[in-house]
């Protein structure tokens, strides 16, 4: 499936939070049940049909016979060997040992945790499995489980952040006492013929290496032509004169907000801990550039509606058609009532009028 051509640097941002991270931040001792709830019940906002908006005007210059260069592409063995390490890393398995905690294990524990003598709520749990160095418990609860071993008992003495979300544990400090039931290693399997015909549709390690080393070529043309279309587009607005409206911008701007608060809600957060926990910036950093990447949007829509109506480039219905199947929906008709008509389209002309653009390109 081709990438949908943004050149706006929020749009890697938004494959990482919305793909890649699709798994809700492991919850911190003394989450409590009322706090999950509330944390569930976000507030969803409605995403505007931009069908007629005007999004300003373009005078188009060049746009055929643009020159740009395809980067080479290669694996080296370093990458392929990478490449298969992460493979047998993911088929790890933990096996219980007899030997004091350390980084990376999994400690089967129980735990109570209390402030002022008094257990508080979300402070108890029975048999946790805790991956060690994780970060999912405040600081200083793993750490401190460091060295001990199977049916030790520890007692940690510890302080609550002061920006917890529970205002009543918000810097306080608390003990846990703890019990630890049994200590867990990663073990990563050998790679060899056996694991091979145990984990993938192929029967020796070289089908599977060479099997490997074509997928990550893939991957790597790809990013290749998607940077050489991104070239090709960027030489093209450079030598345009395009005038983007406010309105417009404001629009994608709302509607590209709108998203991201129903993508937190769906993970039981706000817009503000749902960025921060995904992206690792302010709001603020944020949404400054999502108002970069909206003004792009338009200019970058005002420069295809342009090029499609001087090339007569339309969209058909065996286009839908073959990006439904594309994205494995059941027809063209649910991905529109699921997506949208106005999106639908709007990712159906950008691929048609770039693929116009690099057939028509001189590729160096």
């Known amino acids: 499936m081709k990438k949908i051509f943004k ?11 919305i793909s890649g991270c699709g798994k809700k931040p492991a919850a ?4 409590t049940e009322a706090e999950a709830t509330e944390s569930a019940a976000q507030e969803t906002l409605a995403v505007e049909d931009l069908t007629g908006m005007d999004n300003g005007t373009v005078t188009l210059g060049t746009y055929k016979g ?3 260069t395809k980067d080479p592409v290669e694996v080296t063995d370093d990458e392929l060997d990478q490449a298969v390490q992460s493979d047998l890393s993911a088929h790890a398995k933990d096996v219980e040992v007899e030997r004091p905690i350390q980084n990376g294990d999994v400690a089967n524990v129980d735990y109570v945790g209390t402030k002022d003598g008094v257990a508080f709520d979300g402070g108890t749990a029975q048999a946790y499995d805790l991956s060690i160095g994780s970060g999912q418990f405040i600081e200083g609860f793993e750490e401190g489980l460091v060295g ?35 200590v867990k290693e990663k ?22 290496k060479e099997d490997k080393k074509q997928a ?68 603020e950093d944020f949404k400054n550039i999502i108002k970069t990447q909206a003004e792009a949007t338009v200019e970058q829509r005002l420069v295809v509606t342009a090029i499609a109506e001087k090339e007569g480039i339309v969209i058909t219905d065996e286009d839908r058609k073959e990006v439904a199947d594309q994205m494995g929906y059941e027809s063209a008709e649910k991905m529109i009532e699921t997506a949208g008509q106005f999106d639908v389209d709007d990712y159906i002309m950008n691929n048609k009028v770039m693929d116009f653009l690099t057939e028509n390109a001189v590729i160096k």
């Open 7 to 17: 050149v706006c640097m929020c749009g890697l941002v938004a494959a990482a939070l």
């Open 28 to 31: 911190k001792p003394a989450e």
């Open 66 to 68: 643009i020159e740009v």
């Open 148 to 182: 001990a071993k199977k049916g030790d008992k520890v007692s940690l003495n510890l302080t609550f952040p002061e920006g917890y979300q529970n205002a009543d544990l918000a810097g306080k400090p608390v003990v846990f006492e703890v019990t630890v039931n049994s």
């Open 187 to 208: 073990q990563v399997p050998e790679l060899n013929d056996a694991f091979v015909q145990e984990n993938t549709s192929f029967k020796t390690v070289d089908e599977y």
């Open 216 to 283: 990550l070529l893939k991957n790597k043309n790809d990013e290749a032509d998607q940077k050489m279309k991104s070239d090709i587009y960027t030489a093209i607005l450079n030598g345009s004169k395009v005038e983007p409206k406010q309105e417009a911008i404001d629009a994608n701007f709302n509607n590209m907000i709108a998203r991201y608060t129903n993508q937190a809600a769906a993970y039981g957060m706000d817009f503000k801990t749902f960025v921060g926990a995904f992206s690792g910036m302010g709001e």
